[in-house]
């Protein structure tokens, strides 16, 4: 059974490359443009990973992040915190992610830290 992944970004285009790229290697790929309802959009789809964008609209990456990691049916779920921005690294943190991906990214990069966040994932 393919591992899911559910990408919360507003680039539909990013959404796209980063959905053919991870496709392309077996992942089941759910992209969502808005986190309005991220605890439900997450336990319905039930992903093994979580990417998400820093300046998704509505409540934004940190606090959509904070929402999932502070639930207690899905904090086990890896984020992916992902950004354009310099500080991802300290966004990632604040959010509680468990992984951070500086945008721009090379396919590599995306595709092995899909591959390490689901290999950690408990069990």
Known sequence: MAKKVL??????DLLEVC????????????????CTEIVSDV???????????NWIPDIGGVKATRLVKGSEELKHIPVIFFS???N????????????CLQ????????ENMVAAAIDKRPA
């Open 84 to 86: 354009a921005n310099s």
């Open 7 to 12: 990408i919360f970004d507003d680039d539909m």
């Open 19 to 34: 959905s053919l790229i991870l496709t392309a290697k077996d992942f089941e790929v759910i992209i969502k443009d808005r």
């Open 88 to 99: 991802v690294t300290e966004l990632a943190a604040e959010a509680g992610a468990d992984y």
């Open 103 to 110: 945008k721009p990214f090379d396919i590599t990069q995306l």
């Open 43 to 53: 336990m319905h789809h039930q992903p093994d990973v979580i990417i998400m964008d």
